[in-house]
């Protein structure tokens, strides 16, 4: 069983930053691939980046692609997600999971947090 709990959301304004954390309970972090995604009301949950076990591989949404940067800390349990110059249409409750395939599926990760709001004002 894992448990992730993600911090880090908030409101900026457009061109700021935010830096999310995701930390998980359990020894066994380090044997799980970790994804972001996030989900506007309304509208489906879209995946935005994951990671390997090791950090080696990250693969990102093209949305995303040159503004978001994914890292682990397996040391501490957390999964990091930087995002930079942030654009209105980020905004959206972020969620962190975690699965055993490097995957974007959603399908394929059976742990999820609970969830951090990102407000991005124009």
């Known amino acids: 069983q894992v448990q992730l709990v993600e911090s880090g959301g908030g409101l900026v304004q457009a061109g700021g930053s935010l830096r999310l954390s995701c930390t998980a309970s359990g020894r066994t972090f380090s044997t799980y691939v970790m994804g972001w995604f996030r989900q506007v009301p309304g509208m489906e949950r879209e995946f935005v980046t994951a990671?390997?076990?090791?950090?080696?591989?990250?693969i990102y949404a093209d949305s995303v692609k040159g503004r978001f940067t994914i890292s682990r800390d397996n040391a501490k349990n957390t999964v990091f997600l930087q995002m930079n110059s942030l654009k209105p249409e980020d905004t959206a409750v972020y969620y962190c999971?975690?699965?055993?395939?490097?995957?974007?599926?959603?399908?394929?990760?059976?742990?999820w947090g609970q969830g951090t709001q990102v407000t991005v004002s124009s």
């Open positions: 990671i390997s076990w090791s950090g080696g591989r990250t």
């Open positions: 999971a975690a699965g055993p395939s490097y995957t974007a599926g959603q399908g394929d990760y059976g742990y």
